[in-house]
């Protein structure tokens, strides 16, 4: 039986979340945007809320929850401001990735204390020019007495240079097979390891992006993730993807609500030909559509968490069709309510509206578009 009914434990993180993100998070955005980076007192309170653990065992030190806790709590950080989220939220898809590729004793030895010290893992799959399918990638792995040698450049690694590991996919040198691909798990702080300048960005500006190049970068074979067969990574691959794509649903509609509550509170408050604009029908339209496009987006991102949690068969890639779609249209209509108001950075939605278009190209269709 569907349910939508959260546990108690995580209505009350979602209240306080809510509180965090409206007086904590909303008023620095501006300053964050502009600074390029989370103030870091207020990274360090995001990092204490722990909602980078609800989801993960707890044997590894999580709160033992799983991504249908997570959705809704990504939600409301993403409601205050969604630069800082994707900043500050940084271990999350890697640490999945862990979960799903790793050995017991990968677990414990790499998950465990990443989730305890709460550092980012960036993830390095895409390659300029080249989809990320064995035979177009052109990062490289070569193996010699246990440990590994990778070669090649990364690109658009939100979280470079910042991030204290760098979750790196590549391929055999020499091997187009999906069995022959690794993800690596390497410390920033790897000689050869080199971030390039930080790439300048349409939205997400509290966000750094740079591309990573590996240039003979040893690794331990402790640090490398692998699967039993084809199938099997193709399969562990698309559910890390799957995972990425369902966060990046929840956090789209923590904007679009964000967007979507202060445009209708303004219409309410701006009068024009007398009249409060919200009751203009033309208005009142885009703010009821507004609402219901939330929570469709809302609906359809819980249900893909609840098939992935179930293991039936994936709609992660139709939540994110949908969302990324109706995520354009609240954006603008949000913009238009303001009229020229909505053109200045006196308010938030000029923000809210580049920053849905960034997220709206993050999710990798590339990879596996028959997926869902
Ligand atoms: C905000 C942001 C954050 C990101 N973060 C990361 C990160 O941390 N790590 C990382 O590795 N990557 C990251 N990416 C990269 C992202 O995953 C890729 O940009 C994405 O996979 C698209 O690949 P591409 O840019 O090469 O586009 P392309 O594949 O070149 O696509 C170009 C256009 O063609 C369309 N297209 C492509 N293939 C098909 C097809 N078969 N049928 C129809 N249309 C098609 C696409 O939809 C798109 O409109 C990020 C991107 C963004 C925007």
């Known amino acids: ?61 999580g709160l033992g929850k799983d991504i249908r806790s997570a959705v809704v709590l990504e939600e409301e950080l993403s409601y205050g401001d969604v630069g800082i989220t994707v900043d500050v939220q940084d271990t999350s898809i ?7 590729f790793g050995t017991d004793e990968q677990k414990t030895n790499l998950l465990t204390p990443i989730l305890e010290s709460g550092d980012g893992i960036a993830a390095c799959f895409s390659e300029k020019g080249n989809p990320v399918s064995p035979e177009f990638i052109e990062t490289t792995w070569r193996e010699k007495e246990g440990s590994y040698k990778l070669m090649g450049s990364k690109t658009f690694v939100v979280g470079a240079g910042r991030a204290k590991n760098y979750l790196v996919l590549a391929k055999k040198d020499g091997s187009n097979d999906w069995q022959d691909l690794r993800l690596f798990l390497i410390a920033a702080d790897t000689p050869g390891v080199v971030v390039g300048d930080r790439l300048g960005t349409l939205g997400l500006e509290t966000c750094a992006v740079a591309d990573v190049a590996l240039m003979g970068v040893k690794v331990d074979s402790s640090r490398v993730l692998s699967a039993e067969s084809s199938d099997a990574f193709k399969s562990k691959l698309g559910k890390v993807l799957d995972y990425a794509r369902i966060v990046t649903c929840a956090r789209m509609v923590g904007v679009m609500s964000a967007t979507s509550d202060y445009s209708a509170k303004y219409s ?9 604009i919200s009751q203009h029908q ?12 939330v929570d469709a987006c809302r609906w359809m991102t819980w249900q893909a968490a609840h098939e992935y949690v179930r293991g039936g068969e994936s709609t992660a890639n139709r939540a994110l069709a949908h969302v990324v779609e109706r995520a354009q249209k609240v954006a603008t209509d949000s913009v238009q309510i303001l009229g020229g108001h909505g053109f200045i950075q006196d308010h938030p939605v000029e923000k809210w509206m580049r920053d849905l278009r960034a997220l709206s190209l993050i999710p990798g269709n590339d990879l596996f578009p028959e997926h869902g």
């Open 1 to 61: 039986m569907p349910t939508f009914e959260l546990d108690e434990e995580i209505q009350d993180m979602q209240k306080m979340l809510r509180d965090f993100a409206t007086e904590m998070i909303r008023p620095a955005y501006r300053e964050a945007e502009h600074a390029g980076e989370t103030p870091s007192e207020l990274r360090e309170s995001i990092k204490e809320l722990s909602v980078h653990l609800v989801d993960m065992p707890e044997e590894y030190g």
């Open 94 to 100: 890697g640490a999945n990735a862990i979960l799903i």
């Open 268 to 276: 309410t408050e701006r009068i024009a030909f007398d009249l409060p």
């Open 282 to 293: 033309s208005i009142a339209f885009m703010v009821s559509d507004n609402a219901t496009d």
